[in-house]
């Protein structure tokens, strides 16, 4: 009876959304950690991203039919009927955003209304079915978590912030071309306009290859720059090195759908083991004002 209703969340995009959170959220405490604090944003930031993901599902039921790995969704079988999704949606996002209003900080709520607002209304909505840069936008709302740990723990939009916005950003980009490539067959069919459709898998191996460049950039800047230890730069230089060598490889690759399926795993596993280091391998920034600290 209850698997439906969790089903319909997508609880593996959850629960890579905590493991950001969590990782952005210790990053800012600097070994200082309030757990009732962090407990409260874990939950109301989970919250949200269920109730934007019960929203997706809604708003795609039509060409989640068309898809062979999204036939069997909740509501493409009509397990919830349409009107039970929309209510059910908007009590998870309420009290997603009660909880962060009451117990972090606006900054925090503000990047997860901004989140929300980009995944549900611009990317779901619009963009994912009209535009190939549909992706490129969405990237933005899977960046919202780390940033929104991070600022419930700061209360301040600085360079250790914009490098997390950042990181996750251009993370996005790689790991969802590699999703469209081996899930090829499925975007064609329901005409989703994603990159590999629109314009072919040798230029999207480009863009992949200049992503994970540009994120290896800013995955060691956050070392760089003071906020992360030596033994994050070390494991970030050899996560995104890896993952660089893995995109190269697709130039040759004989079939692009196990290439494209490596690489995305390994996307999964570089973000999870950056989150866990920027975790436990913090140091002090040497300055606490940025230039780039806006307290909003």
């Not at 995009?13 to 990782?23: D, R």
Request: glycine share 8%.
């Amino acid at each position: 009876m209850m698997k439906k209703y969790l089903l319909v969340t997508k609880p593996g995009i959850i629960f890579g959304n905590m493991v950001s959170v969590i990782g952005g959220f210790l990053l800012a405490s600097q070994g200082r950690v309030d757990f009732s604090l962090l407990f409260a944003t874990i939950i109301g930031v989970s919250l949200v991203v269920a109730s934007g993901c019960v929203f997706n599902n809604y708003i795609d039921r039509d060409i989640d039919r068309l898809m062979e790995r999204t036939k069997n969704r909740v509501l493409v079988k009509g397990l919830i009927s349409p009107l039970v999704t929309l209510v059910y949606a908007s009590v998870l996002g309420i009290v997603g955003f009660v909880l962060l209003y009451l117990f972090t900080n606006l900054l925090a709520v503000e990047f997860a209304l901004l989140g929300f607002v980009v995944y549900v209304g611009l990317y779901s909505l619009y963009l994912k079915r009209k535009s190939v840069y549909g992706t490129l936008v969405g990237s933005l709302s899977g960046a919202a978590p780390p940033v929104i740990g991070y600022c419930a723990v700061s209360n301040q939009f600085d360079t250790g912030a914009l490098l997390l916005l950042v990181i996750f950003s251009l993370w996005q980009m790689p790991h969802s071309y590699a999703i469209a490539i081996f899930r090829y067959k499925d975007y064609l069919a329901a005409s989703i306009p994603v990159l590999p459709v629109k314009r072919g898998i040798s230029v999207t191996k480009n863009h992949i290859t200049l992503y994970i460049i540009g994120f290896i950039i800013a995955a060691l800047m956050l070392g760089i720059s003071g906020y992360a230890g030596y033994s994050y730069l070390f494991v970030a230089a050899i996560v995104g090195i890896g993952w660089l060598i893995m995109a190269l490889m697709g130039y040759t690759a004989a079939d692009n759908r196990i290439w494209a399926r490596k690489l995305f795993i390994f996307s999964i596993v570089a973000i999870t083991t950056l989150s866990i280091m920027m975790s436990v391998d913090y140091s002090q920034a040497t300055s606490t004002e940025s230039l780039l600290t806006f307290v909003w």
